[in-house]
């Protein structure tokens, strides 16, 4: 099976001299299609500067990070960028743009890929909330909606373009309980039938069971 993340001997730090502390110490992870991996542990353990690595928005520094083939260490700006363009992210602030609809806001990850043409970005975007149960919403401003609701754009903005892989950070901290339920429900489903990746940091306890695996991340090492 080929790996979408595939990463070996994995290290970061922070800081230089004296002052540099170890971030990320041996890591060496496979995330294979189609799985819905959660990375839990205490905070600070390193689990979103791995996020962050396996998303291209910081550079490695030392080991062999594979992201979707392509070999980030040592890897040039236009290189990441490209990486990242083929990444649906999800956070725990949904980053909505107020000015715009949820249509439009979730259009915006089709213009990182200039293969789609614009004729096509109302109905994918549409199609795409009507598949996160927004279809009545498409035309409504983010200050409309409830905080469920605004995730659940977010999580569409994220899944139009059909990536590969989907990296979520704490996507359910500030939702309640029964809305982050249904958030991370959409996520698996649709992950599922995309047959993306989806690798979700949390410390909701609540949603474990919705991983296919779970991995420990404290100090820096993860197992």
Known sequence: MNSIVAIRNLNHSFGKGSLQKTVLSDITLDLNAGEVVILEGPSGGGKTTLLTLIGALRSAQSGSLKILGQELLGAKKQQLMQVRNQIGFIFQAHNLLDCLTAWENVSMSLKLHPKIPKSEYRRRSVETLSAVGLSEFVDVYPKQLSGGQQQRVAIARALVSHPKLVLADE???????????????VMQSLAKEEGCTVLLVTHDNRILDVADRILHMEDGCCR
């Open 171 to 185: 996507p359910t901290a500030a939702l309640d309980s029964q809305t982050g339920r249904d958030v991370v429900n």
